[in-house]
């Protein structure tokens, strides 16, 4: 199982590199990694198992942060009505997005990341994903709110980018442009 230990942080160059293509259809050493990327974000979500295994929760995971550079993401996440969100992906792509901006009035954290950095991340409000799932087979996702977020913090993280980039650095609080309504 994948632990904190297997997390990579700030620091090490993997964090800031373009992440490879999977060449399809994924072996299965891929396969099982991606797998395993799910499984440890509802560890992570277990109080008993996150307690036990000193986890650090997470709605996303990115193969970069545990040394894999490889464009593979895995999400596992409720939305503010309750709604479920769970995909194992390879080579997600945002394929088109809203102009519209929104951010969470918490800000972002990362588990690569073993630090508070204050701020408002600014994020496309919605966003079409073309990926593969688990299987190889092309999916098309349309996300908005908390997991059009999240997705976009994994993918992110494909592209050698961490959320605290995004932060304004004169004003971490202000508002991001064509915001249309807080998350
Ligand atoms: O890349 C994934 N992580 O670093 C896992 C830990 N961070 C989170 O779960 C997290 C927390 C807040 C907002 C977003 Cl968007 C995310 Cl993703
Ligand atoms: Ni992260």
Redesign the pocket.
Known sequence: MITMDDIIREGNPILRQIAKDVVLPASDEEKEQLKAMLEFLKNSQDEEIAKKYHL???????AP?IAISKRMIALFLDDDNGKHFEYMLFNPKIVSHSIENTY?EGG?????VDREVPGFVPRHARVKVKAFDIDGKPVTLRLKGYPA??IQ??ID?LNGIL?YDHINKDDPFKIPDHVVQEE
């Not at 650090?56 to 990115?62: P, S, T």
């Open positions: 650090r929760a997470g709605i996303g995971l990115a942060q969470l972002e954290g990362c588990l690569s977020i999240a913090h994994e993280h959320f």
